[in-house]
């Protein structure tokens, strides 16, 4: 019987694609429904069961799809326009999600080629090559082993696909699945090894495994067979190899948050949120007024005494006279280290030599005097420059010029601390965080605005992010924004506290105090990088190489 075509219609494929991408969704900030990630998945890869392969990416590409307009519809927050109409926020937005959606359609497409054929199957496909399979039969006539094979082997495609993602054109690597996870603090300590990576195995390999049960059983249940009790159990077999994994994970997890971990001491610590809006921040005319909003609360916040005053991404408005004399003035009656951005630059050697613009981190001493800076490495494309290659999109972006990338992390070294600083959304980059990170390293901060994107769920993903990579270099996360979320997460992924916490995006300040590890060698993952992730990327290729030659030699 013909059960796949009879109930999945081409039109209620479709609708199971916009589902799931949906329910993907939902498993990220705002909503945070992290079960949504065990289940969407599998999913987007059962919609296309018994398809020919355009069709299979069609339908996982249209899931992709959903999901990326749905989670990021903060970028229409982007005050920005032209005549009026915000043409570049909404071209942004569309193709950005087309473009995150290639993923999740060549993940459907690779999972379905490299699905083995069963003898058979392929005396079906040898007969009548231009039909597709009757039903679920090329997965349920396949045996247990050949079955769970292949879902561990969707998982490990999925994760190829991730790593692929966070690289290619400069990376993209935000809402990671393995972030939607972030407040399961027990299973996201696997990523002190493989990083966010492994935790996104972990629920694709869960999620597909499910839907190989699901399949079974609605087969079972539609036949009525006596033996059904006994069918339905060998079926469910897929997932004891998952749950076997996840429960070990777990435990593991536990214990590792629960040992005892001295602090070699503590740091207090002012961080400085003045929620000031984007418009504002662009208007030359308001910058004084902006400047004197942040003096105005970090004064409030020194009744405190703290060791060091940190303010976000675009609160100092640059080293002219007049800012530095306020900045010094400020200094003089409430002496403290302060770390802040501001753009940086390096003047032409030669008469005809190029300026080159950087937006950078700096360490303040007590006196004012800049001890040392750091440039950012990861520039935000359209926000920070245009690619030469799309240099005719410039009329539809923010930016007149255009910054140069840093080359290489830096540590601020104080009395009592080591920090090094992350820009903007750095923190979202597994691999360039780690880079932060050496044995001496005491805490990371992250100055950012995120401004530009009103009060949507754009801050909250980002700090869902910061979670990830404070568990796998082992050591706190202090994130300093604009307007939310200012907050500090220590080595385990806890969010230990939340500036304004009636309200994450209202101005204010935030007084942490912050227990400092002991100095030493750090975790798997920060000492040996993305081995899990690039595995996976290997491996994936293999088997996709090894199925389309197979093909290859079938078809001759």
């Known amino acids: 019987m013909n059960t796949v075509s009879k109930y999945l219609s081409p039109c209620s494929r479709y609708v199971l694609a916009v589902l799931s991408g949906l329910i993907l969704t939902a498993a990220f900030p705002k909503w945070n429904v992290a079960g949504g990630a065990w289940i969407a998945p599998g999913l987007m890869l059962f919609c296309a069961i018994n398809t020919r392969n355009a069709v299979a990416f069609r339908l996982g590409f249209t899931a992709g799809f959903v999901h990326a307009l749905s989670s990021l519809y903060w970028l229409l927050s982007i005050p920005y326009t032209f005549h009026g109409v915000p043409i570049g926020p909404g071209a942004g937005w569309l193709a950005l999600s087309a473009y995150v959606a290639l993923f999740h359609g060549a993940w459907v497409w690779a999972c379905w080629r490299i699905l083995p054929k069963s003898k058979i199957t392929s005396a079906s496909s040898e007969s009548h090559p231009n039909q597709p399979p009757s039903s679920v039969a090329p997965i349920l006539k396949l045996n247990w082993s050949q079955r769970a094979l292949w879902c561990f082997c969707c998982a490990v495609i999925w994760v190829g696909l991730e790593i692929l993602r966070s690289h290619f054109l400069t990376g993209f690597p935000w809402n990671m699945l393995g972030n939607s996870q972030y407040r399961i603090i027990p299973l996201i300590q696997a990523a002190s090894f493989g990083g966010v990576y492994a935790v996104s195995f972990l629920a694709v390999w869960m999620s597909v495994s499910i839907g190989v049960a699901f399949c079974g059983i609605a087969r079972e249940l539609k036949q009525l067979k006596p033996t059904l ?131 950078s981190s700096f360490l303040i001493s007590t006196k004012g005097i800049p001890i040392d800076s750091y440039r950012k490495r990861r520039l935000v494309i359209f926000g920070e420059y245009v690619p030469p290659w799309l240099g005719f999109l410039k009329w539809v972006t923010p930016i007149d010029g255009g910054f140069t990338p840093g080359t290489t992390a830096k540590q601020f070294k104080l009395e009592k601390l080591t920090t090094s600083v992350l820009i ?67 080595g385990f992924g806890r969010i230990r506290q939340i500036s304004n916490s009636q309200n994450v995006y209202a101005a204010g300040f935030m007084i942490s105090q912050i227990p400092l590890p002991e100095h030493g060698p750090r975790t798997f993952y920060n000492q040996h990088g993305d081995y899990f992730a690039w595995g996976c990327a290997f491996l994936s290729i293999v088997l996709l190489g090894s199925a389309l030659w197979k093909a290859k030699q079938i078809k001759n």
């Open 229 to 359: 009790g006994l069918q339905v159990g060998n079926l469910m077999v897929e997932i004891l190899a998952p749950m076997l994994v996840l429960a070990v994970l777990f435990q593991l997890g536990t214990n590792r948050i629960s040992a005892k971990t001295p602090a070699r001491s503590e740091i207090s610590i002012a961080s400085i949120q003045p929620s000031i809006p984007q418009t504002v921040i662009w208007d030359a005319s308001a910058e004084a007024g902006r400047f004197q909003k942040v003096i105005s609360i970090s004064e409030q916040a020194m009744a405190s005494k703290p060791d060091l005053l940190v303010w976000p991404e675009s609160a100092f408005p640059g080293f002219s006279r007049e800012y530095y004399a306020t900045l010094t003035n400020f200094l003089s009656v409430h002496p403290v280290s302060i770390v802040l951005c501001a753009d940086d630059a390096d003047f032409p050697t030669t008469p005809d030599g190029p300026t080159n613009y950087y937006n």
């Open 424 to 490: 903007c959304f750095e923190d979202v980059f597994p691999h360039e965080v780690r880079e932060h990170v050496d044995e001496q390293t005491d805490l990371l901060i992250n100055l950012t605005n995120d401004g530009w994107f009103g009060e949507g769920a754009c801050q909250w993903q980002q700090a869902a992010a910061g979670v990830f990579r404070a568990v796998e270099n082992g050591v706190p996360l202090l994130r300093c924004t604009n307007n939310g979320i200012t907050c500090w997460i220590d």
